[in-house]
Nanobody, 127 residues
Framework: QVQLVESGGGLVQAGGALRLSCAVS????????MAWFRQTPGKDREFVAA????????YYADSVKGRFTISRDNAKNTASLKMDRLKPEDTAEYYC????????????????????WGQGTQVTVSS
C-alpha cells in the first residue's frame, strides 16, 4: 500500500524557517516526480514546488521562489521542503504528492496530475 507521510509542520513567527519531510513507501521512489502543494480553507490546492525523479529539474511557484527549497533523497525515499523567511501568507496545510515520471512533464503544477497524496501537515506563520 502506497503511503506518503508528511512531518515537520508547526507554528513559527514571520521570518522564521521550517523543514517539511515526506516519507514514501511502496513506490519505486526514483520513478516518481515529487511535489508539494498547500491549501487554505475555501481555496483550491496551490502548487508550491516539484522535483523530478532524478532530482535534475526543479520547479517553484513564483510566490516561494528564493525562499523555499525542495529536495529529495532517493536512497531514503524521502522528499523535503525547506521553507525560509516564512510569511503569514504561507500559512496553510501542506501536502506532498507523487506522480509517475513517465508521461507529461508540463503538468507539474496541476494537482490532478498526482496519483498519491499525503495526509497533510499544518504550517502556521504568525505576524
Amino acid at each position: 500500500q502506497v503511503q506518503l507521510v508528511e512531518s515537520g509542520g508547526g507554528l513559527v513567527q514571520a521570518g522564521g524557517a521550517l523543514r517539511l519531510s515526506c516519507a514514501v513507501s511502496a513506490l519505486t521512489f526514483s520513478m516518481y516526480r515529487m511535489a508539494w502543494f498547500r491549501q487554505t480553507p475555501g481555496k483550491d490546492r496551490e502548487f508550491v514546488a516539484a522535483v523530478t525523479g532524478t532530482g535534475s529539474t526543479i520547479y517553484y511557484a513564483d510566490s516561494v521562489k528564493g525562499r523555499f527549497t525542495i529536495s529529495r533523497d532517493n536512497a531514503k525515499n524521502t522528499a523535503s521542503l525547506k521553507m525560509d523567511r516564512l510569511k503569514p501568507e504561507d500559512t496553510a496545510e501542506y501536502y506532498c504528492a507523487a506522480k509517475y515520471s513517465i508521461g507529461r512533464t508540463d503538468d507539474y503544477a496541476s494537482p490532478k496530475a498526482y496519483a498519491y497524496w499525503g495526509q497533510g501537515t499544518q504550517v502556521t506563520v504568525s505576524s
